[in-house]
């Protein structure tokens, strides 16, 4: 038996070689889009943009259709990377282009300017050195590791993607997007900025190069180099955010197209996304041309919803760009060829990024992995960045470090068809712009506010969303133990991500005006020729001359609206609309006023009037039959006539006089 050990030794060594040839160990793509919703390809049911490459990914991959994101960039990014929570990483807005705040920085500040009721969390603006992230987990298991394009999780060296566990890197920062998408990108090639402060070892490549291609070029270096080797390629794009600088001949043919839904209409969105498919085509094409395919998970992914704000007509940063403006020549390129349209549109989800309705963050995730995953199905799992992190380790055998939290669960499972996943519910965090978390389990999806807003009056909004994709039916007055159940959830999400909860502000002075605007429930609202005062559940107006008004630049949607009013009016009389679109510089003569009567009475009525708007609305006057005595005004809603979606909303039925 001695002599047989040696030779048993030597066949099981070769053998164990033998099966390792013939079994490489497998590669990972990760292949990530800014800023694209859920309804930006074909895929998904788009029938404006054209993507080819991918609807050839999805005819082999697994397809989901609740897929989720944080509704702003590096959120999701350092979810993807850490496998946590928003919530517990501490990156919850997309910041990561700012100096990394001290040490000893408080997040949750001791107080808040007076008019603020409440204290208010900040989000962390770099990933933390002490995560383990999934690059270095990969890498220290023996892959290599390439990252190339937008990284936003960090501006100083210490926090780069080279720090984080990456061995190749192709970046340029600061990120919300590149200095420029046509080369020379922002930097002379000895890394001097330009002008604003760039850093990363992006370089320029042939004058007008856009940088979705040279980022491809970067990528398939990485792939061929390692294609002997298991490598891990993070391929983060910088399209289809903006600055929109796209390639004009693309546009030019998307200019001519016209959606038969009605609802995606920007050639120049259109133009970047074409580019984008064409990139993921080459990638495609070289782990095909390679032998590299079957042995490659690829995963398509987005960061947030469709951009449905940006740079359209109701985006007042624009109107501050002037011919001295870095960014001049791009507007009036954006403008040119899309007018006032916001770059995209993702119904019938409702809104976008930065908001944490569908449109912000449910997005395209296609999976493929040839073998494992059955080509051309679709899931309708609820997943999300989270979980990236915990099944790339999973399909790779790779197990995971005992001293990373990971929040996430692998959906090889699910990609597999061999099982569900186990976890309760799904959460979203995000505390800033109009601040709210939301919860998803099963069909039911709810949302709480920290604060009533303007817009969103209502602190709590329950869904339906098999019944309601579209958001429109608030039914948390209807179903009020669903919403304690998901609100018991939410409660138990933040006890244990050690969620920075809003505070109140010991400071908090509602009649305060030092040092902070004029804020409270009229806000937005402009009396002329009137007076407008706060009395207990109301607003009274009263005449102070000839034509008395309430003006408003605060109600901004395109298409037909409803203007819903209660009133309480002893005398009433014959009332009117006008506005002028966005696009008008004076009030038409004719055609967009609207004529109304409101009944003498002592006791609340509601008046409905339809405002057959064309365009985008600019300026709404609102003129009430005050010159005979006052009116008090319960409440002012302009409403979509379409989905009967909220636009602008003024509720005084709780104020104080």
């Not at 709210?436 to 999806?445: I, L």
């Not at 869904?463 to 309601?468: A, M, P, V």
């Not at 050690?498 to 009229?522: C, E, F, H, I, M």
Request: charged share 25%; with cysteine; hydrophobic share 35%.
């Amino acid at each position: 038996m001695h002599r047989l050990l040696p030779v048993l030794l030597f066949l099981f060594a070769l053998g164990s070689l033998s099966a390792s040839a013939a079994e490489p160990r497998p590669n990972v793509v990760l292949f990530l889009v800014d800023d694209m919703g859920w309804m930006d390809s074909e895929p998904y049911g788009s029938k404006f943009y054209e993507t080819p490459n991918m609807t050839r990914l999805s005819k082999q991959s697994m397809r989901f259709t609740n897929a989720y994101a944080v509704p702003l960039c590096s959120p999701t990014r350092a979810s993807i990377l850490t496998g946590q929570y928003s919530a517990r990483h501490g990156i919850t807005s997309a910041s990561g282009h700012q100096p990394p705040r001290p040490a000893d920085f408080e997040y949750l500040p001791k107080t808040a300017k007076p008019n603020q009721k409440f204290r208010m969390p900040i989000s962390k603006n770099y990933l933390d050195p002490e995560q383990y992230t999934l690059a270095e987990a990969l890498r220290d298991a023996g892959y290599r590791t390439g990252h190339f394009g937008k990284w936003h999780l960090g501006l100083t060296a210490p926090h780069r993607p080279d720090k984080q566990g990456f061995e190749t890197v192709w970046h340029c920062a600061p990120d919300p997007g590149p200095p420029s998408y046509f080369s020379p990108y922002g930097v002379f090639p000895d890394g001097k900025p330009t002008g604003r402060h760039h850093v990363g070892n992006i370089t320029d490549g042939p004058e007008g190069e856009h940088i979705t291609d040279r980022l491809t070029d970067e990528a398939l270096k990485f792939i061929e180099a390692h294609q002997q080797e298991p490598f891990y390629l993070n391929l983060w794009h910088y399209s289809v955010h903006g600055p929109w600088q796209h390639k004009e001949a693309y546009t030019k043919e998307f200019a001519k197209k016209q959606d038969p839904r009605g609802e995606q209409k920007n050639p120049v969105m259109a133009s970047m996304l074409q580019n984008v498919d064409e990139s993921l085509g080459r990638i495609l094409d070289k782990l095909d041309e390679l032998k590299l395919a079957e042995n490659t998970l690829f995963i398509f992914y987005s960061d947030n919803g469709g951009n449905a704000h940006s740079w359209s007509s109701e985006d007042p940063k624009i109107q501050r760009i002037t011919e001295k403006h870095p960014l001049y020549a791009t507007v009036k390129s954006y403008r040119k060829w899309a007018g006032g349209e916001p770059p995209t549109n993702n119904a019938p989800l409702r809104e976008g990024k930065g908001r944490i309705y569908e449109g912000g963050q449910r997005v395209p995730l296609m999976v493929r992995w040839p073998g494992h995953i059955q080509p051309g199905t679709t899931s309708d799992a609820i997943v999300g960045p989270i979980d990236l992190y915990p099944t790339i380790l999973d399909a790779m055998h790779v197990k995971q470090s005992d001293a990373q939290i990971i929040d996430g669960e692998s959906i090889l499972p699910v990609l597999k068809q061999k099982g569900d996943l186990q976890r309760t519910a799904w959460f979203t965090w995000f505390p800033h712009l109009i601040p709210a978390v939301s919860v998803r389990q099963g069909d039911w999806k709810l949302i709480r506010r920290f604060e009533p807003h303007p817009k969103y009056p209502e602190v709590r909004e329950l869904y339906n969303l098999t019944e309601d994709i579209g958001e429109t039916k608030n039914l948390a007055a209807t179903h009020p133990e669903k919403v304690k159940a998901l609100d018991a959830l939410i409660d138990q999400f933040v006890k244990e991500t050690g969620a920075l909860y809003p505070q109140p502000n010991p400071d908090y002075n509602p009649r305060s005006t030092a040092g902070v605007p004029k804020r409270g429930p009229t806000q937005g609202l402009v009396p002329k020729f009137s007076k407008l005062t706060l009395v207990d559940g109301a607003a009274r107006m009263e005449a102070d001359g000839r034509t008395p008004f309430l003006g408003t630049a605060q109600v901004k949607h395109r298409g037909p609206m409803t203007l819903k009013l209660r009133l309480k009016s002893p005398q009433g009389g014959a009332g009117k609309v006008l506005w002028k679109t966005w696009q008008q510089e004076d009030f038409p003569k004719t055609g967009q006023t609207v004529n109304f009567d409101l009944k003498a009475n002592p006791d609340w009525q509601e008046v409905e009037v339809p405002l057959p708007v064309e365009g985008m609305s600019g300026i709404i006057r609102l003129y009430l039959p005050v010159q005979e005595g006052p009116i008090e005004i319960g409440s002012i809603q302009y409403r979509s006539a379409k989905t009967n979606r909220p636009v602008r909303v003024w509720d005084f039925s709780k104020v104080k006089g």
